[in-house]
C-alpha cells in the first residue's frame, strides 16, 4: 500500500503486516529506516535513482537525506509533473514540450532550482548540463479550453 499520510501510519500499518511504501519523498528516508516501509514510490528518483537508491536500501544516512530536503522541496513547488518536467529538460534529458494545461516553472524558480540540480548534477544520469533555460525555449502544445 502507498501511504502519504505520515510516517506513524506506515509504522502501524507494519506492525500489522502490511507492507507499505511510502508516497512522500521528504519523509521516506525516516519511514524506511525508523517506521519500516518497503520503500517510497518517488517523484526524487526519477531525477536522482542512485542517491535515491542509497538512501532507501542502504543503511540510514539522516546526512544524505538532509541534503536532498531542499531539492525534494524543490520538485514538489508545484503539482506533480511540472518541476519533474521542468527539472528534465533542465537537464537537456528532455524535449522542452509542455501540454496545456500544463506550463514549465517560473524563471525565479527554474533560477532557484538550477543551483539545486547542479549540487547533484553528476548523479543525474545522462545530464551534462543545467540550464535555466528562456520562456521561449519551451514548446505549450494543445489547448486549455475545448
Not at 532507501?56 to 541534503?67: F, H, I, K, T, Y
Request: glycine share 8%; hydrophobic share 40%; proline share 8%.
Amino acid at each position: 500500500m502507498k501511504e502519504c499520510t505520515g510516517n506513524k501510519r506506515i509504522g502501524n500499518y507494519v506492525q500489522q503486516g502490511v507492507p507499505c511504501w511510502s508516497g512522500n519523498d521528504d519523509e521516506a528516508h525516516d519511514a524506511r529506516h525508523n517506521f519500516g516501509s518497503a520503500g517510497v514510490i518517488s517523484v526524487t528518483s526519477n531525477l536522482i535513482p542512485g542517491l535515491m537508491t542509497r538512501m532507501m536500501n542502504g543503511p540510514a544516512d539522516p546526512e544524505l537525506n538532509a541534503s536532498l530536503q531542499q531539492l525534494i522541496k524543490w520538485l514538489f513547488c508545484e503539482p506533480n509533473p511540472i518541476p519533474l518536467n521542468t527539472a528534465l529538460m533542465m537537464c537537456g534529458l528532455v524535449r522542452p514540450v509542455f501540454r496545456l494545461p500544463y506550463v514549465p516553472l517560473s524563471r525565479v524558480e527554474r533560477e532557484q532550482g538550477a543551483k539545486l540540480l547542479e549540487a547533484v548534477k553528476d548523479h543525474i544520469p545522462g545530464c551534462q548540463e543545467i540550464r535555466v533555460m528562456d520562456d521561449d525555449d519551451f514548446l505549450l502544445i494543445g489547448s486549455a479550453h475545448k
